[in-house]
């Protein structure tokens, strides 16, 4: 039980449907209708505007920050990113959302708010250039989780810590799995840009 409590309270934590609360409660409005259909900020940001989008994305970062945080108040012998990939997981498949989630980028980057802030702000830096240059959210989410990986390669080879490029590993090919389909429709040149 000691291990199956914070590891259940992780996957919940990140099984919290954001996009689709947001939407129900103030827009009466199932973001899966709309739209891509996907449950993140993205899709968020295109079908229920600006505001909507943002406090989606503040609140999909806080899950996986909340998750990375819960060793500080549950006694645990369990490493802090494996809550936080837990709660990944629990985005992309939420018990609460018929287990069709978002694409992970914002709770990934949750992970890195609560344990190594600065690669936080470099992702955070990474995104909003590159989205400025293509004005592809999706494109942008995968040059960052590549950026985050060599930025997690070079960090551990000077302090050793192996699990965290593991862990970004695992996060990074997540996110790049998950715009699959995006992939195809940058190839093609219909991908759906932004406007600034």
Known sequence: M???????????????????????????????TKGSGNLGATNTFRTLGAKAGIVVTVLDILKGT???????????????????VIAVVGHMFPVFAKFKGGKAVATSGGILLG????????AVA??????????????????????????????????????????????ATFIIYRHRANIGRIKAGTEPKIKW
């Not at 919290?16 to 199932?30: H, R």
């Not at 344990?115 to 470099?122: A, D, E, K």
């Open 2 to 32: 000691d291990i199956l409590l914070p590891v259940l309270l992780a996957y919940l934590l990140g099984s919290i449907p954001s996009a689709l609360w947001i939407g129900k409660i103030f827009y009466n409005t199932d973001i899966r």
């Open 66 to 84: 909340a998750a990375t945080l819960i060793p500080l108040y549950i006694d645990t012998n369990i490493h802090p990113l494996i809550f936080g």
């Open 115 to 122: 344990y190594q802030w600065p690669l936080f702000l470099v």
């Open 126 to 171: 990474v995104l909003l250039i590159t989205l400025k240059i293509t004005k592809m959210v999706s494109l942008s989410s995968i040059i960052l989780a590549v950026v985050a990986v060599i930025y997690t390669t070079i960090y551990a080879i000077n302090t050793g810590d192996y699990l965290f490029l593991a862990v970004i590993i695992i996060l």
